[in-house]
């Protein structure tokens, strides 16, 4: 079945650097838009970045532009995203999701990972 | 970028009865050449991934119950749960995805009165 498995957070320290990645399975992930999406405790939803399909586009949100990059290897079906320079408010969960439509980054997630817990603190 | 508002913040409401939520986006997220509404609806329960409810504003998710339903058009949209089970309490999220950022509402926590 479809699966999305992050892995990679922890604890840092405020400037440090740390790097997520989600390990897709049961599609053909090379066809699709990856994101993610982070939760800080007890707060809402944020939608962090996007990357397409063949990695060719990449948007971020104004919060994390410039130190946030995102990537994917389709040959391992794995999604990164690399963390430089975390702030305090970096500190959240992190997931994956999958778009509903290949091809595009226009579109609802209909599948989620369970998801990955960066704590920055000093 | 476009901001998602979604009222009320909280919301309880009794078993069996009906529960709507709203969400306003700061512009229209109805696309003209397809005529669809990019905007989603999520539910997420404690300690879970948000779950993928409702697409292109109205088009329920597989597997979602019937009691469950969007609608609305250009910047004005609501989720309606039609008999409110005891497994609906959850917050639920509004997502617009016409462009990025795709930003989401703040959440509605939806209670048992």
């Known amino acids: 079945q479809v699966q999305l498995v992050e892995s990679g957070g922890g604890v840092v320290q405020p400037g440090r650097s740390l790097r997520l990645s989600c390990v897709a399975s049961g599609f053909t992930f090379s066809s699709y838009g990856m994101h993610w999406v982070r939760q800080a405790p007890g707060k809402g939803l944020e939608w962090v970045a996007v990357i397409s399909y063949d990695g060719s586009e990449k948007y971020y949100a104004d919060s994390v532009k410039g130190r946030f990059t995102i990537s994917r290897d389709n040959s391992k079906n794995t999604l990164d995203l690399q963390m430089n320079s975390l702030r305090l408010e970096d500190t959240a969960v992190y997931y994956c999701a999958k778009p509903d439509g290949a091809r595009t980054v226009l579109d609802a997630f209909n599948m989620w990972g369970q998801g990955t817990m960066v704590s920055v603190s000093s | 970028d476009i901001v998602m508002t979604q009222s009320p913040d909280s919301l309880a409401v009794s078993l069996g009865e009906r529960a709507t939520i709203y969400c306003k986006s700061s512009q229209s997220v109805l696309y003209r050449s397809d005529k669809k509404n990019y905007l989603a609806w999520y539910q997420q329960k404690p300690g879970q991934p948000p779950k993928l409810l409702i697409y292109?504003?109205?088009t329920r998710e597989s597997g979602v119950p019937e009691r469950v339903s969007g609608s609305g058009s250009g910047t004005d949209f609501s989720l309606t749960i039609s008999s409110l089970q005891a497994e609906d309490v959850a917050v639920y999220y509004c997502q617009q995805y016409y462009s990025t950022p795709h930003t989401f509402g703040q959440g509605t926590r939806l209670e048992i009165k």
């Open positions: 292109w504003a109205s």
